[in-house]
Structure formats: structure tokens, C-alpha cells
């Protein structure tokens, strides 16, 4: 199985990134091989209705981010939260690629959700990209399925470092290795 992670904020050491490192850590532990990981920092893609991707003249953050993405069978997501809310890189990444372009970016794959927070939340980001996924991959007609289990990635610095390594929160390490079985398991029961 092919797995990729992309960390979605844009800010530079982000939380999402420490989760996203942590959670490649896990499946690294697993003896998991194929990984492919992009976070972010570099975000170029234009807004909505300012403008589009053209899959023939991609910027290197562009074919970073839609070769993870393509390459995974399992797809993680680490999703920011700002206020109940998720920042709006991803929500316009999703719209910008889901179309007859990009389309196979919603096909054949099943998506893990992490919503990351430095405080209590983490849950609204998450949710919204569910229901965000589920409509692309109804609209254009693939075959793809987002995991029920969300992580909810709660003050994320004092539970993850920089690096990714854990800071000793039991419970925080078992729960978000137990979300990582969780979409492994999934993974495999709907794409083999």
C-alpha cells in the first residue's frame, strides 16, 4: 500500500507539519515504505475565480503536491484549525483540483483526516473537509471513500515537537496511533 501525507498549513514549522511527521514516524515504526509527504509552505495555487491550474504548466509546489497526492492509495491529511475553521489553502486546493483534470486525485484512494489545533480543537476542520471530499468525489463520479475516524490533534505543540518525535503524552500517542491503524485498516479493506 502506498500512503501519502501532506501537512495543510501554509506557515513554516506549522503544528500540522509536527502531526504530519509524527504520523509518517508511525507508519515508519510499522515498517511502512512507500511514503510520500508535501506539506504546504510553498503554497501557489490561485484562488478560485482568479484564476485555475494548468496541468500542463505546473510550478514545482504544483507537481509536488499532485504527484503525493496520486501516488497514495491512503491519504492523510493534517488540517489547521483557525477559529472553528480551517484555513482556506486546502478548501481551494480541493476545488481548484476537483475537476475533470484532477479528477483522479478522488479515485481509488481512501483520505484520513486529522484536524490539528494548538488549543481544544481540531474537530470543525476535519468535518468540513469531509463534506467537502464526499461532494468532489460524488460530483465527479469516482470511487474513493473518506475514513468516520477523524483525529482531533489537541495542543499539538506540548504533545509533538518540531521533529515530529513525541513529548511523552501517552495518551495522545496511543490515541493518534490508534487513528493511524485505524485508516490502515480501512485502507486495506476498501482498496485490496
Known amino acids: 500500500m502506498r500512503i ?6 501554509p506557515r513554516k514549522s506549522s503544528s500540522s507539519l509536527r502531526v504530519a511527521k509524527r504520523i509518517k514516524q508511525i507508519l515508519e515504526h510499522q515498517n511502512y515504505q512507500s511514503i510520500g509527504f508535501c506539506d504546504f509552505e510553498g503554497y501557489d495555487l490561485p484562488l478560485v475565480g482568479q484564476g485555475s491550474i494548468d ?13 503525493t497526492w496520486a501516488e497514495g492509495d491512503l491519504v492523510f491529511f493534517t488540517i489547521p484549525e483557525y477559529n472553528w475553521n480551517t484555513s482556506p489553502q486546502l478548501i481551494n486546493a480541493i476545488h481548484q483540483l476537483g475537476n475533470e483534470d484532477f479528477a483522479y486525485l478522488f479515485n481509488n484512494k481512501v483520505f484520513a483526516l486529522c484536524g490539528v ?29 473518506v475514513s468516520p475516524k477523524i483525529y482531533e490533534s489537541h495542543e499539538t505543540s506540548k504533545n509533538v515537537d518540531e521533529n515530529g518525535n513525541s513529548l511523552g503524552n501517552a495518551i495522545y500517542d ?6 493511524v491503524n485505524y485508516s490502515l485498516e ?5 482498496r485490496f
Open 4 to 9: 501519502s501525507i501532506i501537512s495543510t498549513s
Open 55 to 67: 496541468k500542463n504548466h505546473l510550478t514545482e509546489f504544483q507537481k509536488k503536491l499532485i504527484q
Open 117 to 145: 489545533s494548538s488549543g481544544r480543537g481540531g474537530r470543525m476542520p476535519a468535518l468540513q473537509i469531509t463534506t467537502l471530499l464526499n461532494k468532489i468525489i460524488s460530483f465527479t463520479y469516482q470511487h474513493a471513500f
Open 174 to 179: 496511543k490515541t493518534l496511533e490508534q487513528f
Open 186 to 190: 480501512i485502507a486495506r479493506k476498501f
